[in-house]
């Protein structure tokens, strides 16, 4: 089922097989953002610099909004599916569910042409810092109405709700550090909204605010901008939202680029680069698996797990292969984020 079928289907038709239906395709559409976020930050020399911290933070909601989600598929009998050659992605691809089918996201180092794709994988209905609407829902359907509409139908359709089974507390905290509250795992309607506000919140914003009140933190949209544009996003007194703020500069990267549709092949690679690639197709992939199991066993241990990989073991490979030059080509090499099925070479 795409994001747009759903979204066009009568709300009275909205039942539990559709509420499930949903929740896997929002699964996929935030895994989705992961891959093309972290080749971005892993090409930036300087971990410490602002602009990595910042989507650093990004990847981590990201993890975060995709946990929350499992558990709300979870919560009514339904199973997440990470670790399938059929959900996983192979890039360039166009985003899960129909959303924006004008883009095409691809793997690659930080650039601006990366930095526009991110913010169009994010943009809110309005851009708070203009005065344009930036979507448009007779084009393509928005993900912020997408995460509305499962809403309605938790408290339309009403399903029996139960924590068996979930990963209880991403963060470990009902309180995330930012201030921002985050339900352990679902049990009630209350907890479902709550994840979906989170969800919106850092994703796209809102309609009013660019930031989370209590903490300042702009929604991934207006961050990605502010690498953008170069000037941090400030209210004046007046209350409008500018770009005048303090100076952002595009940090020091390694000269990563597109990878090619569907992964480099050995023929296109030294031995030694394709000997690495393998190796991260393989970590990636243990970590997809480390994922499933989490959510089929509801365990906290196998989340960790896959998070010391993507945080840790990958992107130290990364990093390795993306200080290769290519051959006869402007451009260093990046992994390709395959799905290797258990055995495969």
């Not at 906290?300 to 993507?310: C, D, G, I, N, Y």
Request: glycine content about 6%; charged content about 25%.
């Amino acid at each position: 089922m795409s994001i747009r079928d759903a979204l066009e289907m009568p709300r009275k038709r909205r039942d539990l097989k559709w509420l499930k239906r949903a929740l896997k395709s929002a699964i996929q559409l935030e895994f989705f953002t992961i891959p093309p976020y972290l080749t971005a930050l892993w090409s930036i020399k300087d971990y410490r610099d602002p602009v990595a911290i910042a989507i650093r933070e990004v990847v981590i909601e990201e993890m975060l909004h995709m946990s929350l989600v499992c558990n709300m598929l979870k919560s009514i009998g339904g199973r997440p599916k990470l670790a399938d050659a059929s959900v996983v992605p192979r890039y360039p691809a166009k985003m899960p569910g129909g959303v924006k089918p004008e883009l095409t996201v691809c793997l690659s180092g930080l650039t601006r042409n990366a930095l526009e794709a991110f913010m169009a994988i994010e943009e809110p209905e309005k851009d708070i810092s203009h005065t344009e609407r930036v979507g448009d829902m007779e084009t393509f359907p928005r993900i912020g109405a997408f995460y509305d509409a499962i809403e309605s139908a938790f408290h339309d359709v009403h399903p029996e709700i139960s924590r068996d089974g979930q990963v209880q507390g991403y963060f470990g905290e009902s309180q995330h550090p930012d201030g921002t509250y985050v339900p352990k795992s679902i049990g009630n309607l209350d907890e479902v909204s709550a994840a979906i506000k989170v969800i919106k919140d850092q994703g796209e914003g809102t309609k009013e605010l660019v930031n989370d009140p209590v903490t300042g933190e702009l929604a991934h949209y207006y961050r990605f901008k502010e690498v953008a544009v170069g000037r941090r996003l400030i209210r004046e007194s007046d209350g409008r939202w500018v770009h005048s703020g303090e100076q952002l500069d595009m940090p020091e990267c390694w000269a990563v680029a597109r990878v090619p549709d569907g992964g480099y092949r050995q023929s296109q690679v030294p031995a030694n680069v394709w000997d690495k690639m393998v190796r991260s197709d393989r970590l990636y992939s243990s970590t997809l698996r480390h994922l499933q199991s989490a959510w089929d066993n509801g365990s906290q241990a196998a989340l960790h797990r896959a998070l010391e990989l993507m945080m840790d073991a990958m992107p130290t490979l990364a990093v390795e292969i993306m200080q290769v030059p290519m051959e006869g080509k402007d451009g260093n090499y990046a992994p390709n984020f395959r799905f290797a099925e258990e055995g495969a070479a």
